[in-house]
């Protein structure tokens, strides 16, 4: 039975995987739940599985939460606070750790988790594409593992030969058969909107994305397409791509969540309907397969499956990404930090939605700092960069 950590419990991601415990009780064991400040949607799961802790971000949250289980006469364990978080990502009993948390706050929790040598299932991506090679150096000096839990980088990851599996950002992809790797891409709920219209999408408008449930957060990258440019990065260090082996496609349908291309002329690619479930349920399994709860892809209703090439006119969000990974680790945390704050404004309807590009690459343009060589310059890269986007926005406003 594999002892599980779930940081994000009441995200998307941290739901999918708790369906799936609930599948298969005789292989899980949940011992700690994080989240940030949903103490009602906390208290449900801690009612189904008792687990040793939980680690509220938000203080208040993490109070109410303890009355409510004590009133249940629940013995789980509240913490709040970031540093309990990583402790308990960090935790002797932990053997995986579900890394799920959005944004530059789970930067930290990833690595408590990284540093104690665990399997992390990761969902995070903005750990990996802000630290690059101060993660990867960690992952392989601690001896932890990493199995992507993306959509796109577990399907690659599904389909890469074993030795690659096992050796993820260590190995060289043309050494070892592969041409490139293809990651697709929906497009994201406003593919077919005109780019004169964009000015008037409202927060509600990203929110329904023809084939995913996502959170806001990641909703609204996925409209902008920064969230591909991201997933972009995060291939480039977890496979140890060269920009050359990466090609970006557009696939409408969602049905095929990546390939990988090898030298023969094959092309291997992992298909199933669009359900986090299935991504989550191999990582959780691996190198094993369970059921995940997810309807099976029914090839007799598939009417057609369509691949364009983006267009950086359309989405200049998935562009700047792109070229900020090539211009080092500060770009890509400068970029990250901007894009936060300025997707934060956008959802509560401080800008328009076209003023994320602008503010994200007014702001990448503006910066200029050492190339980070620790955690802590990276953290102060972040810092630095999100007060002059608040700033930055506040002109916009006023």
Known sequence: MKKITILGSTGSIGISTISIIKKHPNLFKIV???????????????????????????????????????????????????????????????????????????????????????????????????????????????????????SEHNAIFQVLPKRLQKNLG??????????????????????????????????????????????????????????????????????????????????????????VEYIDGSVLAQLSIPDMKVAISYAMSFPNRIASGSDFLNFKKLKYLNFFEPDFIQFPCLKLAIDAFSNGQSAMTVLNAANEISVSAFLHSKIQFNKIYEINSDILISSSFLEPTSVEEILEIDKKTRIKTEKKILTLIN
């Not at 440019?229 to 082996?245: I, K, Q």
């Open 32 to 150: 700690a739940l994080v989240a940030n400040k949903n103490f009602s949607m906390m208290l449900k799961q801690c009612e189904f599985f008792s687990p040793d802790w939980v680690a509220m971000k938000n203080e208040r949250s993490a109070n109410i939460l303890r009355i409510k289980l004590k009133e249940k006469k629940i013995k789980t364990q509240v913490l709040s606070g970031i540093k309990e978080i990583c402790a308990l990502a960090s935790l002797e009993d932990n053997d995986v750790v579900v890394s799920a948390i959005v944004g530059m706050a789970g930067l930290m929790p990833t690595l408590s988790a990284i540093y104690a040598g665990k399997t992390i299932l990761l969902a995070n991506k903005e750990s990996l594409i802000t630290c690059g090679h101060i993660f990867m150096n960690a992952v392989s000096f601690h001896d932890a593992k990493i199995i992507p839990i993306d």
């Open 170 to 259: 260590k190995v060289n992809l043309k050494e070892n058969g592969i041409k490139s790797i293809i990651l697709t891409g929906s497009g994201g709920p406003l593919y077919n909107l005109k780019k004169e219209n964009l000015p008037f999408v409202k927060p509600e408008q990203t929110f329904m994305h023809p084939n995913w449930s996502m959170g806001k957060k990641i909703s609204v990258d996925s409209a902008t397409m920064i969230n591909k440019g991201l997933e972009y990065a995060e291939a480039r260090w977890l496979f140890n791509a060269s920009d050359s082996e990466i090609n970006i496609l557009i696939h409408p349908q969602s049905i095929i969540h990546s390939m």
